[in-house]
């Protein structure tokens, strides 16, 4: 019941109208058509003792209340999450910027590099994957594309004569992922860095990519010293995080049914309503009002 979620909680307001309603009906007692108002006291006595003022039975208005009550609780949209909920997958492009700069090349960063953008190819759940790599300056080497394992054998050839020059500039490389993911509503951008070069040009590209509405992740490799060169700079550049050797996070990102969660109207198709079910129960407590009377 942990997960147990309200799927339309505002309904809730209802229930303590209906409390206050019958405790209105328990002070004020049976019903009898108006005619306390207008017979003497003791009269009004006799016509009750003779049987003739029965008034509605208590039971009857116990019953309608305990039947709005559970109408009420079915109108509220208790769910559970479906074990059978459709994957949307996400339309927008994932871009992979690799860094390449001598401080990864030259150790065992690449290999780590290489690996999360293997598993970055995987997690994207259908969505189109493009690929750069920089290092002084940045290139580009697939647009995104709906065929991702093309991009495997490039991966797997990357060593440190792939890039022409040296250095290290991340800001080139956000500024060209602007570039190509200009116009795309929905994209997700994964750099791939030891931390190198981070100054205030990355930052205001990072900056810039939020305002495009693009998802900026990183993932940190381990510098020549076991540890990242700068791994705090790149923390702060993007809104999530995590090892190149354990990149979960960043991955969940990547494959969650984005769509799925970020409209309400598609949102409920990840749980089973149970309102209905326990709105049908509110014809019980009716039942009993439509015996035959002698």
Do not use: K, N
């Not at 030259?106 to 290999?111: F, G, R, V």
């Not at 065929?147 to 440190?160: F, H, M, N, Y």
């Not at 993007?238 to 049914?257: E, W």
Request: net charge neutral.
């Amino acid at each position: 019941m942990s997960e147990l979620i309200l799927l339309r909680p505002w309904w809730l307001a209802v229930l303590p109208l209906l409390l206050v309603l019958a405790l209105w009906q328990w002070r004020r007692g049976p019903a009898t058509g108006g005619w306390e108002r207008v017979l003497p006291p003791a009269m009004f006595a006799a016509m009750r003792a003779l049987g003739h003022l029965q008034g509605r039975a208590p039971r009857q208005g116990v019953a309608l209340l305990a039947s709005a009550a559970l109408l009420c609780l079915g109108l509220c949209g208790p769910a559970v999450p479906r074990a059978d909920a459709p994957l949307l997958a996400g339309t927008g492009a994932v871009l992979i910027a690799l860094d390449m700069s001598p401080s990864v090349t030259e150790s065992p960063a690449l290999a780590d590099a290489q690996a999360a953008a293997a598993t970055i190819l995987t997690a994207a759940s259908g969505r189109p994957v493009g690929m750069l790599l920089y290092s002084g300056e940045a290139y580009e080497v697939a647009a995104p594309t709906a065929d991702p394992a093309t991009l495997e054998s490039q991966i797997g050839v990357l060593g440190r004569d792939t890039m022409p020059g040296s250095g290290s500039r991340p800001a080139s490389a956000l500024a060209l992922a602007r570039q190509m993911l200009q116009g795309d509503r929905d994209a997700d951008l994964v750099l791939v860095s030891d931390g190198g070069g981070v100054d205030d040009a990355t930052r205001a590209e990072a900056e810039r990519l939020a305002t495009d509405g693009v998802r900026l992740s990183v993932l940190t490799l381990a510098g020549p010293a076991g540890g990242t060169v700068d791994a705090a700079a790149l923390e702060a550049l993007a809104s999530l995080a995590a090892p190149a050797s354990a990149p979960a996070p960043v991955l969940r990102r990547l494959s969650r049914q984005g769509t799925l969660e970020r409209d309400p109207a598609l949102a409920i198709l990840a749980f089973l309503d149970l309102g209905p079910y326990l709105a049908g129960l509110a014809g019980l407590p009716l039942l009993g009002l439509f015996r035959r009377r002698a």
